[in-house]
């Protein structure tokens, strides 16, 4: 009888703790729960963390992330507003904003990822479809490469370089993103806190013209700056051959200045040496014409005169019958000629 009595008390205090059990629940400071009841939820989700109950058997605890999660994307191949391929690797950072209409709509973590691989693949393929190429590579459209002040210029001007200029960027194209998904993930209770292009990857058949414009481009600019060296060499030596000349002009300048001084100087003296007698300035006369006959008068050469000419006025006071005379040599010439 005892023992019977003990093994009902044992029951009932299993039964008890059975109770207890099922009726006693913990909520973590990490997540938020609701209470469903055949599957559906029962009063408001229970995000202060501490001790609940529940009535036990015929509700059930649902529990849910209350922290920050992470969605990866899956590397996609999508075409841009100029039909170049390029692969996007996306990733975000979302969370469960409204638990009940999450659970009632999704149910569970895999269903939510599923849908923002939908919903967020789909905006991304939209937003880059509507853009150039370069919105998507570069993070911010004020963002400038580390040039030269020359090769800069060159690229305002249009002289160097053909992609066309950034209006927005890529940190805009993210925000497109952003904004456009977050409104449809809303119906999920689910709040998109951000996404970002992780890695943006040319498709192999754009690779090869992007590598030919990369190469145009460099060659563009090293012509440039062969053109521009150049023209610097050209002006250096248009400047040397200038001043070269300008050297040599005053040079010969100063060399007939001082020719010419000393031309007058030495038929000063002359004139004053054979001005002094009559005899002097015959002598000179003589002198002088015998000079021109060594000049003009030479093996090869033929010249018809008058015998009344003054160049022969010399020979004609020679006499055939004297004996040859050795000639005289010739006074030294002044400076400036002069006859």
Known sequence: MKKGIGCLVALGVLCLLLVLSGAVYTVQETEQVLITQFGNVIGDPIKDAGLKFKVPFIQDVRRFE?????????????????????????????????????????????????????????????????????????????????????????????????????????????????????????????????????????????????????????????????????GEAAKILGNKEKELRTIASTAYKEVETIQGKADAQAVEIYAKAYNQSPEAAELYEFLRTMELYENVLGNDSTLILSTDSDVFQFMKRIDPGAAPKPPLRPAPRPPGGGN
């Open 66 to 230: 209350k922290r920050i999660l992470e969605w990866d994307g899956v590397e996609t191949e999508m075409p841009t507003k100029g039909k170049e391929l390029i692969s996007v690797d996306t990733y975000g950072r979302w969370r469960i904003d409204d638990v009940r209409l999450y659970y009632e709509s999704l149910r569970d973590e895999r269903s939510a990822l599923s849908r923002l691989d939908d919903i967020l693949g789909s905006e991304t393929r939209n937003t880059i479809a509507k853009h150039e190429l370069i919105e998507a590579i570069r993070t911010t459209k004020d963002r400038t490469p580390a040039q030269s002040e020359e090769l800069l210029e060159a690229a305002v001007s249009g002289k160097v370089g053909t992609l066309p200029g950034i209006r927005r960027g890529r940190t805009a194209l993210e925000k497109e993103v952003l904004e456009a998904s977050r409104e449809k993930l809303k119906q999920f209770g689910i709040e998109l806190l951000d996404i970002r292009f992780k890695r943006i990857n040319y498709n192999a058949t754009v690779l090869k013209n992007i590598y030919e414009r990369m190469i145009s481009e460099r060659q563009q600019i090293a012509e440039l700056f062969r053109s521009e060296g150049a």
